[in-house]
T-cell receptor, first 114, second 114 residues
């Protein structure tokens, strides 16, 4: 296991289409986080899971966004009816709780909505 | 060279010099802080972290200083190298048990001049 993996690395979609991103965390990490980063800004928290339970969601996560982690391993983030304002880098991170080490980010999925 | 983080988002230093990147965090209850390095097109890379019960922590060529009185965090990089050129973010977290969501600062772009 070499780190947090995200797929795809890049996604271009037309406005109104649905997109889904995948994140595979570090295998022993039980916490998984989703962040969004726009150009020139720091990442902003969207939501996180502990095992399969989604414990917190940001108000940034509108009802067009849904995240799942069905078996407590990989996670998916789906955006329905994409808008141009959804264009951003979507980052996934994982960590181990309660020891709380290794808050590690993946390389992200860059979404462009045209 | 030294920056004031949010107010001076770029810092240029000569190769071999020491650099100091500053960050003012917002939540006095934050108890965990991380510095990340982000290169173009990549996710944030963990550099060093510090808990609020410490005021200094050292890593390889990096030192983080925490001043809770004025809610200030700094990252010192010794003997900078061309590979240190990147955007550096500080992140804070408030949690009772383990880091949950991170709140990122704006970031500082560090450029190493040959």
């Amino acid at each position: 296991d070499t780190g947090v993996s995200q797929d795809p690395r890049h996604k271009i979609t037309k406005r109104g289409q649905n997109v889904t991103f995948r994140c595979d965390p570090i295998s022993e990490h039980n916490r998984l986080y989703w962040y969004r980063q726009t150009l020139g800004q720091g990442p902003e928290f969207l939501t996180y899971f502990q095992n399969e339970a989604q414990l917190e969601k940001s108000r940034l996560l509108s009802d067009r966004f849904s995240a799942e982690r069905p078996k407590g391993s990989f996670s998916t983030l789906e955006i329905q009816r994409t808008e141009q304002g959804d264009s951003a880098m979507y980052l996934c991170a994982s960590s181990f709780y309660p020891a709380n080490y290794g808050y590690t980010f993946g390389s992200g999925t860059r979404l462009t909505v045209v | 060279g030294e920056s004031v983080g949010l107010h001076l988002p770029t810092l240029s230093v000569q190769e071999g010099d020491n650099s100091i990147i500053n960050c003012a965090y917002s939540n006095s209850a934050s108890d965990y802080f991380i510095w990340y390095k982000q290169e173009s097109g990549k996710g944030p890379q963990f550099i060093i972290d510090i808990r609020s019960n410490m005021d200094k922590r050292q890593g390889q060529r990096v030192t983080v200083l925490l001043n809770k009185t004025v809610k200030h965090l700094s990252l010192q990089i010794a003997a900078t190298q061309p590979g240190d050129s990147a955007v550096y973010f500080c992140a804070e977290s408030f949690s009772i048990q383990g880091a949950q969501k991170l709140v990122f600062g704006q970031g500082t772009r560090l450029t190493i001049n040959p």
